[in-house]
Every structure is written in structure tokens, then in C-alpha cells.
């Protein structure tokens, strides 16, 4: 199912801050729905401070970019958990080329195929091949 067919019946956008936070607010303002996020506290995503979701109230959960899902999955835990019923998800990026699950239709302006590993399985350091950081500035 394609998120545009479900978009109608978005009441709320949600994002997981804080790389969400500018592109759920944009995408909120453009459909005309209210805009929410969640925060870690303590190592937990939660809903943010003040906020609150009414039982079924319908949300669609924006990301900038999707690796492996997980922190779009603990944003629409922590929104179930007061209740929510999440309608679909989204992002800019998909760096799983379609392959991170969330449990909702799901979608993105660009998919791309960014292998990641576990430290423990990474072929790049097996191989000795230094880690870089790009963009880090040398301390």
C-alpha cells in the first residue's frame, strides 16, 4: 500500500528527534496535521514532554533517514504505548534500499543500497582498512 492513498486520513506526524524533527515538521505543515516528537530520556524513547495522543489517533512517523528502522520502530512504540494507531511511515533517505521493516507501509524520496555491519562482522576491518569518519575534525 502506498502512503499517498493513506495520507488522507492522517490526523497527526510524529518524528523521533532530533534528525526528524525539521522534515516531520515540514511535512506536517505542508498536509495540514499537527506535529509531534518523541526524545530519549534515559535511554528510552518517549513521547515528548507536554504531549499527548488521543486513542487511535491516526500518525504517520517522518524520519530524515532510515538505516535499519529501529529508531522509527521506538518512536511508534512510544506512541502506541499512549495509545496511537500508526498509519504509515516515511523518510528522505532509505539506506536499506527497502529492506528495513517497520511494520507500516512505508516510503522515501531516495533508496540506496549502504551496506552496514556489526563491529564484530565488518569486512573493511578484517581487511585492516582504517575507519573514517568524514567530516570529524582531528583531535
Not at 1 to 8: E, H, P, Q, S, V
Not at 98 to 111: E, F
Request: glycine residues 10%; proline residues 5%; hydrophobic residues 40%.
Amino acid at each position: 500500500m502506498a502512503i499517498d492513498r493513506t495520507i488522507a486520513g492522517v490526523e497527526t506526524v510524529a518524528s523521533p528527534a532530533i534528525g526528524g524533527l525539521v522534515i516531520g515538521f515540514a511535512v506536517a505543515q505542508a498536509i495540514g496535521v499537527r506535529f509531534i516528537w518523541t526524545e530519549r530520556q534515559s535511554g528510552e524513547m518517549t513521547l515528548r514532554r507536554g504531549f499527548s495522543v488521543r486513542k487511535g489517533e491516526k500518525v504517520l512517523v517522518v524520519e530524515d533517514v532510515i538505516t535499519t528502522g529501529g529508531s522509527t520502530r521506538e518512536c511508534m512504540a512510544a506512541l502506541e504505548q499512549h495509545g496511537a494507531d500508526i498509519i504509515a511511515a516515511a523518510s528522505i533517505v532509505d539506506r536499506s534500499a527497502g529492506r528495513a521493516d517497520v511494520g507500516v507501509p512505508r516510503t522515501s524520496l531516495v533508496s540506496l543500497d549502504v551496506p552496514s555491519f556489526e563491529p564484530t562482522a565488518c569486512p573493511l576491518c578484517e581487511s585492516g582498512q582504517p575507519v573514517v569518519k568524514p567530516g570529524s575534525r582531528a583531535t
